[in-house]
């Protein structure tokens, strides 16, 4: 079975603060993604890579920026955290190639007060 | 208009009852289609691809219609246990990575009654 893992489920931090993100998978797995899930505005994506050291911005890239040094680890992360970035984070990956179902870590819950 | 759209619901249904939900997408380029399961604060899992020639897996059968742009998710004898939010996923092959874009839609809940 794929395992995507994300370092925390639930998280709080002040504005302002940076925040790290941090998902890692034992697949194989080519490309990786950050999305977020809001009520009302359904999953979107943050970023994605499809290599390491390569990264793509998604929908809503503003005020995150990610890191993938290792194949296995993507890394999300808000440079100076706003309460508009309390939301739920989801990070996934896929195989690649013509692979394109993509596999979920649980998420983790950010809240910036 | 948003390039993935589903009917939110809610679907009420009873046990036993059968429930269709459709996804229309507005990108005609799209390559490849996938329904996704959402428990309440979980995150989605894979249900199944979905194929221009159907696809059944048990009870769910999934089915593309390119030439109207949409895709659809029948469930069968409908459990309790269907009881989520099922999303529907557009992909688009990236021109410059391997990397497929995704595109959700925002849902269609479902509620299943004894």
């Known amino acids: 079975d794929v395992k995507v893992t994300q370092s925390s489920r639930y998280l709080v931090k002040r504005t302002g603060e940076k925040v790290f993100l941090e998902c890692v998978q034992d697949?194989?797995?080519?490309?990786m993604f950050w999305y977020r899930q809001d009520p009302g505005l359904g999953l979107r994506l943050i970023y994605f890579s499809y290599d390491v050291k390569m990264k793509e911005k998604g929908d809503i890239p503003e005020g995150y920026s990610v890191s993938r040094e290792k194949k296995e680890r993507f890394s999300l992360i808000l440079e100076s955290a706003s309460t508009n970035q309390t939301s739920m984070y989801l990070c996934?990956?896929?195989?690649?190639?013509?692979?394109?179902?993509?596999?979920f870590g649980p998420g983790t819950r950010l809240t910036v007060t | 208009r948003k390039e993935v759209e589903q009917d939110p619901g809610p679907f009420n249904v009873p046990e036993g009852a059968t429930v269709a939900f459709n996804c229309t997408y507005s990108n005609s380029a799209s390559q490849s289609f996938f329904w996704y399961r959402q428990d309440c604060r979980k995150e989605p899992k894979l249900l199944m691809s979905?194929?221009?020639s159907g696809n059944e897996d048990g009870r769910f059968t999934a089915q593309l219609n390119r030439a109207s742009q949409y895709i659809s998710l029948l469930i069968r004898d409908s459990k309790l246990s269907d009881s989520a939010t099922y999303l529907c996923?557009?992909?688009?092959?990236?021109?410059?990575?391997?990397?497929?874009?995704?595109?959700f839609g925002d849902g269609t809940t479902l509620t299943v009654k004894p």
């Open positions: 996923v557009v992909n688009m092959r990236c021109y410059n990575t391997n990397a497929g874009k995704s595109t």
């Open positions: 996934a990956s896929s195989p690649g190639g013509r692979s394109y179902e993509q596999y």
């Open positions: 979905v194929y221009s």
């Open positions: 697949m194989d797995h080519e490309n």
